[in-house]
């Protein structure tokens, strides 16, 4: 990777925490139908406890510019993994939903917080022609782990009970924990350019969360309920402020002078489009599968797999090609295929076969594979390195709530076009429906393309060229 090796245990085990971490945002997903019949609670409630997950991390990726520099690595690390653990012990002994919601905020609240101390050590700690390669490899947590995650606890919750899911969770977390305690070290980074102001705190919690409870409430409420534009009105106004007085105090929480760089401000926005199509596909899919094509649970996870995997081993292989052709190539390689793949399922109907399912979502994955990470490192790559903490919480904040945009209008198309077709049977309207939301995310799609196309001009060889004259300042 590129990277001294005194650091490099410290990085792995960073990097299988926030796997972990990244595991358990989607891990509770097949097992949510167990879970609502053990605790006697309605489908509506029960689904809180992947929406607060979304929710505390998108709240708390905001604060981490400050946090990652004002504590050690040491310190923020095995605080991340204190609040992980008591929060799977706590989810693992719960005997209502109360108690086990509470489990999933501390799981969340320290999750929040590996994402972002993850890729910027690894990028201040990685030479310029070679960070390509290793958030190649940090992009295994990101796109990797939910991806399996469904299917895993599918077969635990069915096997085991859902309990189980909690002592794995249990059991990982208690042993990074204890490896970090003996073996984990600070890692010396560039102090971070924030300021606690709580007043900033608070407003970014507010825009945030406002914007992730009024889209993840969306599909359930329609966009003109007031669990819906509240939230919605809030968050916007909110985040209005917050912008404001980030170019107003003299120590921003995060300095949003950086959208004045041109990459990074093409990289947010492609990386929003990128997860917009990831996390809308990933819940619609399994849903046409197992509605309106017969199949299981675990079949259902069974197509999506193949997939998962080769997104993971193409991350690399991604990040490889970032640093010796640059962002240009990759990107381009990345939204094309992302583009066909997406127009291949909206071709497909209730007679297709699930292997011509599983290569065409297979072919999105590799796009994905090609687009995540890439898209992270070119963006950032133009900031000077006190700025990274800022880039790159930004872009992780971007991530949680175009994730959760996206997953939110692609049911919403989804079911607006089932409740408008008439076909002259339900399962007809519900292949329509779905139909319909993979158009929608082949939009985005291209639209990613486009921008990619018009946008990501620079070489290798011309970056390498930029950082060298901005580092010599």
Known sequence: MGIDKKYRLTIMIILIGTFVGSLTQTLLTSALPRIVADLGISVGLGQWLTTIYMLVIGIMVPTTSFLIGKFSTRQLFMTCMALFFSGSLLALFSGNFAMLLTGRVLQAAGTGILFPLLNVIVL???????RGFSMGIV????SFAPAIAPTLSGWMSDAFGWQSIFVLLSVLSGIILLVAVFLLKNVKRAEASGALDRLSILCSSLGFGGLLLAFTSLSDYGFFHPLVIAPLVVGILSLIFFVRRQLKI???LLDVRIFKHKNFAVGTALISLYYFAFMGMGIVLPLYIQSYLGQSALVSGLTLLPGAFLMAATSPLSGWMLDRLGARITLLIGSVCL???TLLLTMTNAGTPMGVLVADYAVRCVGLGFLLMPATTWSVDCLHIKKMPDGIVINNTIRQVAGAIGSALMVTVMSVATNGAHTGSVAGDGVYG???SFLFSALLCIA??????VFVRSTKREELRKQGKRQAK
């Open 124 to 130: 201040e700690l990685t030479p310029i022609d070679r």
């Open 448 to 453: 990613a393309l486009i921008l990619a196309v």
């Open 434 to 436: 779905v139909h319909m």
């Open 139 to 142: 992009g295994l947590t990101v």
């Open 250 to 252: 003299k120590n921003p």
């Open 339 to 341: 583009t066909g793949g």
